[in-house]
Structure formats: C-alpha cells, structure tokens
C-alpha cells in the first residue's frame, strides 16, 4: 500500500486546515487508517484513526471536539478535517494504514508526512 498524503501548510491560530491521505496498491479500503503527527524533539503521536468501514472513529483528547477524520472508500482517500488549530498543534502530520490502535509501531505503511504550522 502506498500512501500520499497533503493539505498541510502555514495557517494562523483558530483557523482550519483538511489533510488528504490517498492509498493506492493492494486494496486500501480493507485497511484501518490512522493520523499521527511529530513535532521537533518529540515522538510521533497518535492523532485519530478511523476502521475500514468508516463506522468507527477514535480520537486524542488533545484534538477531540476539533478534529475529524472520514474516508472516502471510491476514492481510497482519508481526511483529517482540522478547526480551532492552536500552536501546539504545529507538526508534520503523517497518515499511516494496516495497523489497529494508537501504537504508531504497528502501522507498517506510512505516507511521507505533511507539515502544519499554526501561528499564535
């Protein structure tokens, strides 16, 4: 599976921002997707991820209320629609498949990541 993921960009605090993710190779809609992001001096962190379905979604408290993720099966796409951003939330934002969870160590496809910067 392969993933290309875009959308990010440079955006002022309280504004918002969709990411795409689209997946190409050995069916992608079977797989369960998730968001992850990494800021400088930290590890990757779990985001949000959403089953293969779309029937279920799960979230860090840090972007739930704010955050969203959907998928469009058709299109093999999966969106992280993102309001409210705050300065923490700046990171490159990577999509990751083919794992089920918030461990970001047992995702085994991962897209190239797409940088956020939000500014205060």
């Known amino acids: 599976v392969q993933l290309q993921a875009c959308g990010g960009g440079l955006v002022q605090a309280g504004g918002s921002l969709r990411l795409s993710c689209a997946a190409s190779?050995?069916?992608?809609?079977?797989?369960?997707m998730g968001w992850f992001r990494q800021s400088p001096g930290k590890e990757r962190e779990f985001v949000a991820r959403?089953?293969?379905?779309?029937?279920?979604?799960y979230y860090d408290e840090s972007v739930k209320g704010r955050f969203t993720i959907s998928r469009d099966s058709a299109k093999n796409t999966v969106y992280l629609q993102m309001n409210s951003l705050k300065p923490e939330d700046t990171a490159v934002y990577y999509c990751?498949?083919?794992?089920?969870?918030?461990?970001?160590?047992?995702?085994?496809?991962w897209g190239q990541g797409t940088l956020v910067t939000v500014s205060s």
């Open positions: 990751a498949a083919g794992g089920y969870g918030t461990s970001s160590g047992v995702y085994p496809y």
């Open positions: 190779g050995r069916t992608p809609s079977s797989y369960d």
């Open positions: 959403i089953s293969r379905s779309g029937s279920y979604t």
